[in-house]
Structure formats: structure tokens, C-alpha cells
């Protein structure tokens, strides 16, 4: 969570899997490099260089290194793990980054059985085409439950909604400016976890 080391050279090959959640406008932590800070009664003291997440990461992904990375755009040392609008990449980091930890310590061992195939939900839901303009098809595989789709943009707000889906679905999402938003299944199973997809929009 929003970490980082003195220097992105202290990583090998040997390194064991990388799993972070950082806000890019970390003002504690660097979210790239720069220095290290406290806040201390009111007044803030330099500490350390360091090299952060996104310097990890892309550190990880030179040496081969399995990593999973939620970038929160303008997210703060604090507010990115607090503040409502930054929901969506908390959800994301908790879904899949825990599925992203249970598939390297726990392999053999089934996460849930769909349609007779152990297969995750992340890894099963699909969406495409993406970058998507006019519709986009949202396919769930071999997953058998009903579950409703959210259309979230960058500040965690619900602008569209679809129920009862099962299957494969054709949507067409209607007013949505180009950008980054976020398609996010939720299953009408309450121990189903949410599962978040990146949808890049191009307005027609």
C-alpha cells in the first residue's frame, strides 16, 4: 500500500510477486521518485529518496517479475483509501488483487467452480471490443449467474446501469464522453465478488 524502496535496483529476478495500490499524487510516498516525507504537528520533514510504485512496477515487468498494479489517478497518501470517489480502484485492488495472491499461493486448490471449470471470474468475464465505440459486448463465459453491470467513471460515480444479465450481452451505453471508465459486474450471488474491467470509450 502507497510503498516504495531507496532504490529500484535493490530488485532481482528472485523477487517474489508484486501486488500495490498507489495514488499518482501521493504527497507522502512518491508515486515515482522523489523524496519521502512525515508530517509531523502541522509541519512536513524530508526523509528518504525513494523510488515508487510505478517505478517498481515497471522495474518488476524489465525482470520478469509477476506484478499487479492500481494506479489511482490524483489519489493522496491518505484520501485514496478513504475518500468515496476512489471506491472503484479499492474494489479493483481488492477483487483482483486478491485473486492475483490465491492464484500464486494456492494453485491447485479450486477458487470457485463455474460450469464445471475451476476458472476465476476475472479471467472468465470478457469484454470487448476495447477501445469500444457505440456498443460493446459483455460475454461471461462458463460464469451461470445473473449479475448487474455498472458503467463507472474515474470518480467512482454510476452513470449507467444494466440488470439481470446472464450470459453474453450486447450494450449500449448512451452519452458517454471518450475516456477511461469502468465496467463493473456485480453477481446476484452475495459471495460472488464484484469484478472490475477497464472500458476505453470512443464517443461515435
Known sequence: LSGGLYKKEWMNAEEPPLVSIHGTADEVVPYEHGTAVVPINGQTYELVSLDGSALLHARADDLGIDNYLVSVPGGGHEDTYFDPQFEIYRDDFA?????????????????????????????????????????????????????????????????????????????????????????????????????TKRLVWQKP
Open 95 to 195: 477483487v483482483n488483487g486478491t485473486f492475483f495472491v490465491y492464484e500464486r499461493l494456492c494453485p491447485d486448490i479450486p477458487l470457485l467452480p463455474l460450469a464445471s471449470t475451476e476458472v476465476t471470474l476475472d479471467a472468465e468475464l470478457l469484454l470487448f471490443p476495447n477501445p469500444a465505440s457505440d456498443h460493446f459486448v459483455i460475454d461471461a463465459g462458463r460464469i451461470e449467474e445473473t449479475f448487474t453491470l455498472e458503467i463507472v467513471d474515474a470518480f467512482g460515480r454510476t452513470l449507467q446501469r444494466w440488470e439481470n444479465i446472464q450470459g453474453s450481452a450486447t450494450i449500449y451505453p448512451q452519452g458517454l464522453e471518450s475516456g477511461l471508465y469502468f465496467a463493473v459486474c456485480r453477481f446476484e450471488d452475495p459471495a460472488l465478488p464484484a469484478v
